[in-house]
């Protein structure tokens, strides 16, 4: 199962809820795609190795552009290109070659300071945990920036090619279910479709506290006890999702969906809630802190018009890049085909009363301000 995650400079995703959305999604699946400018120093420090030269001189400018002991730009730019023409001469005598050997010294401890910079950095950003999973591509980056040019067009692609990907689940923030949580009413009959305002139908998966405080090798022992736990409930869900591609949601068949979707999560609810009580971690977190950070997770469905409307709502995608992606799509299906997708509420202290406020577009943005770093 792969999971993608777009978060832009310009969602109503914060960081801090991205950095949970990242660290629980990469316990639950087997590739996480996040596409985020946030992980650019996490790119760059996991490239490093086999990053040209340039790049990486161009990365120690930026790093330590405001640190007074740190080379000068200019001075670094004339000293490279010094280097690289000595690189290039045909017959170095003795001088020349001890001179080149020292210049290769420089470039090298330039390099190690870009690395300890990026590990600084991960540090600072509580990331440290997760480099070892892009390492292994468990995790996969792309570090799109849309005021970038080209960048625009190139998450539409990518939000267009997952929806032919029968890997991919879609992964989103809280703010949808802001705009769009539907009750289920006094029965599961009682479920209404709406084309128009953006119809779901969800389930509850678990509730575990936030893991930000985990090393990588924590992470990784949870992400296999899961595995192989929960392995029949994964195969379920992508099993679930073929079917979907191909059922069209409407009045008619709302109520048959969600009972598909009863039918594959109600018998594996007291198995995930028993692998999260046993799992030595979580409890250790509930036990060291009065009031934890705690994260919801959701399976739900929707039809592909909804969940593009998802990304242009939190902000990820412009309106017009939703109704160009709509007309892509609509090309080779009914955009009333079901999407299955995941999605996380971050609850913590004092949260209940402002996601009570959200009765409207200022409630979210109110909601997104509130949200902790």
């Known amino acids: 199962m792969k999971l993608l995650f777009i978060k832009t400079d310009d969602s109503t995703i914060t960081y801090g809820f991205e950095l949970m959305a990242i660290k629980t999604g990469l316990m639950f699946c087997d590739q996480l795609t996040v596409v985020s400018s946030n992980l650019r120093h996490m790119q760059a420090l996991v490239q490093i190795d086999t990053m040209p030269e340039k790049l990486i001189i161009e990365w120690y400018k930026e790093l330590f552009s405001a640190t007074p002991e740190a080379l000068k730009a200019d001075w670094i730019d004339a000293f490279y290109k010094s280097v690289m023409l000595a690189r ?3 017959g170095k005598n003795k001088h020349w070659i001890i001179q080149l050997e020292r210049q290769e010294r420089v470039i ?11 590990v600084t950095i991960m540090m600072q950003s509580q990331l440290e945990s997760v480099v070892d999973f892009a390492r ?6 792309n570090d799109l920036k849309l005021s970038s040019i080209g960048a625009e067009e190139e998450l539409t692609r990518i939000i267009i090619d997952s929806f032919s990907d029968d890997d991919v689940l879609h992964y989103f923030d809280v703010s949808l279910a802001v705009q769009y949580k539907k009750g289920k009413g006094e029965g599961v009959e009682s479920i209404v479709f709406d084309e128009n305002d953006g119809s779901i139908i969800e389930e509850d998966l678990f509730v575990i506290p936030s ?3 985990l090393t990588h090798s924590q992470l990784k022992i949870i992400k296999n006890e899961f595995d192989e736990r ?4 994964y195969e379920g869900i992508m099993v679930l999702k073929k ?15 969600y009972r598909q979707l009863d039918e594959l999560c ?3 609810a007291e198995s995930i809630e028993k692998t999260i009580a046993d799992n030595s971690y979580f409890q250790q977190i509930l036990n060291s ?3 934890p950070t705690m994260l919801e997770m959701y399976l739900g469905i929707s039809t592909i018009r909804t969940a593009i409307g998802f990304y242009e709502k939190c902000k990820i995608i412009s309106e017009e890049s939703k109704t160009y992606i709509l007309n892509v799509l609509s090309k080779s299906r009914d955009l009333n085909t079901c999407c299955l997708f995941l999605y996380y509420n971050i609850k913590m202290e004092g949260w209940d009363e402002i996601m009570d406020d959200l009765s409207d577009e200022d409630g979210m943005d109110q909601a997104t301000n509130s949200q902790s770093e």
């Open 289 to 291: 802190s009065k009031d």
């Open 266 to 268: 109600a018998p594996m």
């Open 211 to 213: 893991v930000h405080t």
């Open 230 to 233: 929960l392995a029949p409930f």
């Open 136 to 141: 292994d591509k468990s995790l996969v980056i």
């Open 243 to 257: 079917e979907m591609s191909s059922t069209i949601m409407s009045q008619e068949t709302i109520v048959s969906i």
């Open 88 to 90: 290039r001469t045909i």
């Open 108 to 118: 090298q401890n330039i390099k190690k300071d870009v690395v300890m910079g990026l």
